[in-house]
């Protein structure tokens, strides 16, 4: 069905000329009680428009008859004109106005042919027109909302399958790869292999890592974020990491410095997350950090009027690297979005590192942001906000077993 024209919504209703004598076109007016609007035209095109309740206002005031009986009807007619050419789409008539006390009217339309007089357009209509577009048109978004979310159900499905087929044969090449660099089952024949199952081992856990990020900025960007809240104390991650990542950082023959308060509180929080978080920054600061360097983890909680004007428990990753030119330190926690250098050209990364912490910390109501000086080293803060604090120590916690220094 093709949307209807402005013509569609002409009907003839008979002009007069301006010439017309207002005592005519008040008998036609009483003849025909449903012409609303009368146009004026002259040689066919049209001038003006006498308007029902204008003109009989006018008309029946005293001595109105007297006055304009036998006066042209030029007198009393409207002549800011609103025409529209009859080819015209009606979403492009524009028939709004305000009267003299701003209030919104809806003004009387003429369509033209070649800019002859065509038919006075009906605005009823039009507003009817308009509402069915506004249907038709909400029934249409509406739809592409459905078949967007059902491409969106669809596409996590897809994720989900993909990262088990992707997760299940590279754990095993990992697993494989890592009983043979122990020589679980003895010594391996020629020695060679020995480097070979080295690469296959770390070239294994770089694409998983990859994997990862990829699979869980999908999940982020389909706005699919799960909070799985537990409470528990940051020392027992903040431990189990630092474990972790000491052969990279003695690999890097980088020193690591903890400084974590005393009398740190129970969060509340994701713990996954929590672990993506910490080891992101550090690997962050491992990775752009040249030999020689040092790697501070600090942790507080700090108070409304510190540096930061929040109130929360913020961890701090401070490293001695090659720094971030500030033009780019919003940038870098874009997606995709890595500095260029001869440095960072050798260090192999998604570039996706830095926005997914972002999107972990704002999913706890926190904040990340980033401090540098370029050639001196980063400072990367990530504040979980005041709520996620549990002060009591909550009950059945293994924080009581849990041994006092970290590393
Ligand atoms: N501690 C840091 N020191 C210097 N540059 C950094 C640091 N952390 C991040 N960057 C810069 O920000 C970019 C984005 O970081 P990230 O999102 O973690 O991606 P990736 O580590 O995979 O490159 C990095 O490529 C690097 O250029
Ligand atoms: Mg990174």
């Not at 979005?337 to 001869?342: A, D, F, H, L, R």
Request: contains cysteine; aromatic residues 4%; glycine residues 8%.
């Amino acid at each position: 069905m093709t949307p209807p024209k402005a013509r569609d919504l002409a009907t003839l209703v008979p002009p007069i000329s301006q010439q017309t004598s207002c005592a005519a076109v008040f008998d036609r007016l009483l003849a025909e009680p449903e012409t609303q609007n009368i146009p004026v035209t002259r040689n066919g095109q049209p001038i003006g428009l006498i308007g029902r309740q204008d003109f009989l206002q006018n008309y029946a005031r005293p001595f109105g008859p007297e006055l304009y009986g036998r006066t042209p009807v030029a007198r009393l007619m409207q002549r800011d004109l609103v025409t529209v050419e009859g080819g015209m789409s009606c979403e492009t008539i524009d028939v709004r106005s305000q009267d003299s006390y701003g209030n919104p009217v809806l003004r009387p339309f003429v369509v033209t042919e070649g800019g002859l007089y065509g038919g006075m357009g009906d605005t009823t209509k039009l507003m009817l027109v308009m509402a069915d577009l506004a249907t038709a048109r909400a029934a249409a978004l509406q739809e592409e909302t459905h078949r967007a979310e059902a491409a969106s159900r669809s596409k996590t499905q897809f994720l989900a399958g993909m990262s088990h087929e992707l997760r299940t044969p590279l754990n095993a090449i990992i697993g494989f790869a890592d009983l043979m660099r122990l020589r679980t089952f003895g010594e391996l024949q020629p020695a060679r292999y020995g480097e070979y199952v080295e690469d296959i081992h770390r070239s294994g856990l770089h694409l998983l890592n990859m994997i990862n990020e990829l699979l869980d900025m999908a999940k982020i960007e389909s706005g699919h974020v799960e909070l799985r809240e537990t409470t528990f104390h940051p020392l027992d991650i903040g431990v189990d990491i630092l474990r972790m990542l000491r052969q990279s950082i003695a690999d890097a023959r980088l020193s690591l410095r903890v400084d974590i308060a005393d009398d740190l509180p129970f969060i509340h929080a994701d713990q996954q997350h929590i672990r993506r978080i910490l080891i992101n920054l550090l690997s962050n600061a491992i990775k752009y950090t040249p030999p020689e360097g040092c790697i501070t983890l600090a942790v507080c909680v700090c108070g409304p009027d510190e540096a930061c004007g929040e109130e929360g428990l913020k961890v701090t990753v401070e490293d001695t690297g090659i720094g971030i030119p500030p033009d780019m330190l919003e940038k870098v926690m874009e997606p995709f979005e890595q500095v260029e250098n001869s440095f960072t050209r050798t260090r192999a990364g998604t570039g996706l590192g830095l926005s997914l912490t972002k999107a972990m910390v704002e999913a706890h109501g926190g904040k990340l942001w980033l401090e540098s000086e370029l050639g001196r080293g980063t400072r990367a803060h990530a504040l979980l906000p005041a709520s996620r604090i549990v002060w009591e120590r909550p009950l059945r916690s293994r924080a009581a077993q849990r041994g006092a220094s970290p590393v």
